[in-house]
């Protein structure tokens, strides 16, 4: 019975494309489902990032590829699933990770007042960027869409496949400051669940993770002081509402993924998983 249950979490010989796997938490999903023996396809818009990532995992004897691709360039996108298809064949899996923040879509202040608007140097809701804004939301929810749209074809045409996409603690109940961002994982969420139901006659099922507070290089510019180092105020309220009084680990998300992935989650699609210490369920 036991090596039933494990033979249902086996990953080896398939193959899955990750965006943003250049980066610290989708480069750490590359680096343990290479150890697993899945095919790894590692899809970033920085090209450096990618190949670093794969060479790390092809040094540790298994198998991986380096693909420069921008989620928001439909014509790239297409090149890259054809260039995986022609060297593995088509992805098993697809995890959408591209995505982040970027200051312009963010206030500087938890609440408006008078004092913030006639601060030049604040951003307020009425200053933000439009394009700061705009950016936010398409690269993390428009370049979900996109690449979902191509690479799961041939999921459906197998009859057979896993999607999981990169959702955010603040598509639960929007995060003070991030305005773009939370709207953007919203998005996310709502498709994933959207599309976990169109695609559920054809044996592909879709599921996010959810991740809590990690501390990303992208996340640092809000948590951390870039002169001191030291937390700041924003950082230590997170650790304050984290029951488990610490930030995620890039390994922390691991074992949800590989669950996801699997056939041990066969009966499981349209979920949002939070992987957050504790954060979504404390109040006070």
Known sequence: MTNDILKRFDLSGTVVAITGGGGDLCGAMADALGSLSVKVAVLDIDREKAEARAAAILQSDRTANAFQ??????????????????????????????????????????????????????????????????????????????????????????GK????????????????????????????????????????????????????????EQAKFLHIDKKTGEYLPRAKKVIAHTPMGRYGQPDDLIGTLVWLLSDASSFVTGVVVPVDGGFSSYSI
């Open 69 to 158: 691709c921008d989620v928001l360039d439909t014509i790239r996108i297409r090149q890259c699933y054809k260039s995986i298809c022609d060297l593995w064949g088509p992805p098993d899996f697809l995890i959408n990770g591209a995505g982040g923040n970027d200051p312009r879509g963010s206030t500087s202040e938890e609440f408006h007042s008078p004092a913030v608007s006639s601060n030049p140097a604040s951003l307020s809701f009425f200053n933000l960027d439009p394009e700061g804004f705009r950016r936010v939301f398409d690269l993390n929810f428009l370049g979900t869409f996109l690449v979902t749209q191509t690479f799961s074809k041939g999921m459906v045409d197998k």
């Open 161 to 216: 496949g896993s999607i999981v996409n990169i959702s955010s603690m603040s598509s639960f109940t929007p995060l003070t400051k991030v305005a773009a961002y939370s709207a953007a994982k919203a998005a996310v969420s709502n498709f994933t669940q959207w599309l976990a139901v169109h695609l559920s006659h054809s044996g592909v099922r879709v599921n996010a993770l959810a991740p809590g507070f990690f501390l990303t």
